[in-house]
């Protein structure tokens, strides 16, 4: 494994993050699997801030599950 030399503490804040987090714009169902027909299994509310694991094209992974990336500020 190849040794990081890190400069600074912000460098090393940014070397240990792997999600991205977005805010949440409107009523927003989350669902078991990034598609419209699945079950919705939360809702999140306006104003949340969310953690992304993965984008899928207009779907978007996250902890709970997929939902919608138009309704995100990201």
């Known amino acids: 494994m190849a040794e990081i030399k890190i400069e600074n503490i912000e460098e090393l ?3 240990n993050q792997t999600t ?6 409107a009523k927003l169902n989350v669902r078991e699997t990034p598609s419209k027909k ?3 299994i939360k809702v999140l509310e306006p104003g949340e801030e969310i953690d992304i694991l ?5 779907w978007v992974r996250i902890q ?3 939902c919608m990336k138009e309704f995100l500020e990201l």
């Open 13 to 15: 804040e940014y070397a």
């Open 20 to 25: 991205k987090t977005a805010i949440v714009q």
């Open 38 to 40: 699945s079950k919705i």
């Open 54 to 58: 993965e984008i899928e094209n207009e």
């Open 64 to 66: 709970d599950g997929y």
